[in-house]
């Protein structure tokens, strides 16, 4: 175990999609989930690429969800758009998930994808798609970092 002990996903990495689109998972986040949490991934869809949890953080994520209304406009739609998308995705036995064709379809995933460590998950980008949403984050910089500056990090 390196020098981090908390159980984050960090870090970026550029893979490749089969043709049956199965994704390996690097062995530092495999690592992540063989340690400290069940190996297997919850996947579901955010802003323009799919977002993986081990579930115990996505089972977090359904409890804060159910005090949610049921009739709240914003709240059904948050469910619709996040929790529907959500799919259980098992290892086999080379380490790969399948990703489901609605999921990438959705997320506009081609063959080469970049893994991004988010802490508590990790992103699933088309690196183009990727490319183009770090061109925004980089010319609002300032902004960003004065946002967070102002929560008190």
């Known amino acids: 175990m390196g020098i981090l002990r908390k159980p984050y996903f960090r870090g970026r990495s550029i893979h490749r999609l089969d043709a049956k689109g199965r994704l390996r998972i690097p062995s530092k986040y495999r690592e992540v989930l063989q340690n400290h949490y069940t190996d297997a ?22 409890d804060k969800t159910e005090s949610l209304s049921d009739v709240d406009p914003k709240h059904r739609a948050f469910m619709r ?6 799919e259980e995705c098992e290892f086999d036995n080379k380490g790969r998930i399948l990703l489901s064709p609605f ?10 994808v ?12 088309d690196t183009a798609a990727w490319e183009s949403h770090d061109e925004w984050n980089r010319s609002h910089y300032k902004e960003i970092m004065e946002g967070i500056a102002s929560e008190g990090f």
């Not at 758009?81 to 959500?86: G, K, R, V």
């Not at 970049?114 to 980008?125: D, Q, R, S, T, Y």
Request: net charge negative; with cysteine; hydrophobic share 50%.
């Open 103 to 112: 999921q990438r379809s959705k997320a506009g995933l081609n063959s080469e």
């Open 114 to 125: 970049l893994l991004v460590g988010v802490l508590k998950g990790f992103e699933i980008w």
């Open 41 to 62: 991934l919850v996947i579901t869809l955010l802003e323009g690429c799919l977002v993986a949890y081990p579930p115990e953080v996505w089972e977090k994520i359904e």
């Open 81 to 86: 758009l996040f929790i529907s998308a959500a």
